[in-house]
T-cell receptor
Framework: KAGVTQTPRYLIKTRGQQVTLSCSPI?????VSWYQQTPGQGLQFLFE???????NKGNFPGRFSGRQFSNSRSEMNVSTLELGDSALYLC????????????FGPGTRLTVL | AQSVTQLDSQVPVFEEAPVELRCNYS??????LFWYVQYPNQGLQLLLK??????LVKGINGFEAEFNKSQTSFHLRKPSVHISDTAEYFC????????????FGPGTSLSVIP
């Protein structure tokens, strides 16, 4: 069974631009969560989507948004990029959320110049 | 609110030696506890979890952890490490039933020396 895939693996953007990251979950998984990982703040939860609906949301500004498609694939968008948005963005999928094990993708490394 | 402390940011250990990675948490309610491992250029992988029951939890790759409620700790141990165990290890606590309630620790970098 294929794992969680994220594209692209690396991105370089400049301040003020916007970016879209993509995540394909494991087949059959309906829950997709996004996390931001930085050296200073560590791992922080962004949001979770389940059956095309945002189910939970972390404490991030509205510049961070996401969506989920009918095939469970998910995208995350960051508008008006700031230097502080440079991070590793991780996507994780699970069967249905809750205490079901999450399987993480390798992440997208975003650098904002 | 919950918080997680991993006292050691870096732990060097010789191959085949035992290792303990420390995790302490604070919470006013009952929590569930997890350990994750992150290899270079990869995402996180669940090593083990404590939801209820026996306080000694066995995970993958020969790791185990013990939940100590009185000391609010969940230390990770392995009796004999291998070079391939070199990675970042994260302790996490969850006070609810959804991922937004999961708080991750800052991580411990384990370096296994040949």
């Amino acid at each position: 069974k294929a794992g969680v895939t994220q594209t692209p693996r690396y991105l370089i953007k400049t301040r003020g631009q916007q970016v879209t990251l993509s995540c394909s979950p494991i087949s059959g998984h309906r829950s997709v969560s996004w996390y931001q990982q930085t050296p200073g703040q560590g791992l922080q939860f962004l949001f979770e989507y389940f059956s095309e609906t945002q189910r939970n949301k972390g404490n991030f500004p509205g510049r961070f948004s996401g969506r989920q498609f009918s095939n469970s694939r998910s995208e995350m968008n960051v508008s008006t990029l700031e230097l502080g948005d440079s991070a590793l963005y991780l996507c994780a999928s699970s069967l249905s959320g809750g205490y079901n094990e999450q399987f993480f993708g390798p992440g997208t490394r975003l650098t904002v110049l | 609110a919950q918080s997680v402390t991993q006292l050691d940011s870096q732990v060097p250990v010789f191959e085949e030696a035992p290792v303990e990675l420390r995790c302490n948490y604070s919470s006013s309610v009952s929590v569930y506890l997890f350990w994750y491992v992150q290899y270079p250029n990869q995402g996180l992988q669940l090593l083990l979890k404590y939801l209820s029951g026996s306080t000694l939890v066995k995970g993958i790759n020969g790791f185990e952890a013990e939940f100590n409620k009185s000391q609010t700790s969940f230390h990770l141990r392995k009796p004999s490490v291998h070079i391939s165990d070199t990675a970042e290890y994260f302790c996490a606590v969850c006070a609810g039933t959804s991922y937004d309630k999961v708080i991750f620790g800052p991580g411990t970098s384990l370096s296994v020396i040949p």
